[in-house]
């Protein structure tokens, strides 16, 4: 491996012996979960403040803020 004559060939310009650690893949993908959580509720906010200020209906709200159709029964039971 690739991996065992990058750790020699360090070990060997430092003198001594490389430590060599597990590899591990850490991937989490709570960012894009986080990031969907906090679109969903930056739609709602607008939507209720649009309804509130405007005194627009949730489809109108909808509308103005450019939500798909098709997400229109999503947002509405959130609301």
């Given at each position: 491996?690739k991996?065992?004559?990058?750790?020699?060939?360090v070990?060997?310009?430092?003198?001594?012996?490389v430590?060599?650690?597990p590899?591990i893949?850490?991937?989490?993908?709570?960012?894009?979960?986080?990031?969907?959580?906090?679109?969903i509720?930056?739609?709602?906010?607008?939507?209720?403040?649009?309804?509130?200020?405007?005194?627009k209906?949730?489809?109108e709200?909808?509308?103005?803020?450019?939500?798909?159709?098709?997400?229109?029964?999503?947002?509405?039971?959130?609301?």
């Open positions: 491996m991996h065992k004559v990058v750790q020699q060939e070990g060997d310009i430092m003198g001594g012996k430590i060599e650690f590899e893949t850490a991937y989490h993908d709570g960012v894009t979960e986080g990031r969907a959580e906090g679109k509720e930056a739609i709602l906010n607008s939507i209720k403040g649009i309804m509130s200020n405007l005194g209906t949730a489809e709200a909808m509308d103005i803020l450019n939500v798909p159709k098709e997400d229109y029964p999503k947002y509405k039971s959130m609301l």
